[in-house]
């Protein structure tokens, strides 16, 4: 998910202050996920 850019959140009519809301919101889950799947079976892409 951290690899859509704000170009790619304007299209579906966020600015870019609401696209870093949901990045910061994406964010937060990644680290749920670490919590709870563990970080080796979290996403990869998300670890680049
Ligand atoms: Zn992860």
Redesign the pocket.
């Known amino acids: 998910m951290a690899r859509y850019s704000d170009k790619q959140f304007a299209a579906y009519g966020l600015d870019p202050a609401a696209a870093a809301a949901i990045r910061e919101q994406f964010a937060d889950w990644?680290q749920e996920?670490?919590r709870t799947v563990g970080?080796d079976r979290?996403?990869e892409e998300?670890?680049l």
């Open positions: 990644h996920a670490h970080r979290c996403c998300a670890h």
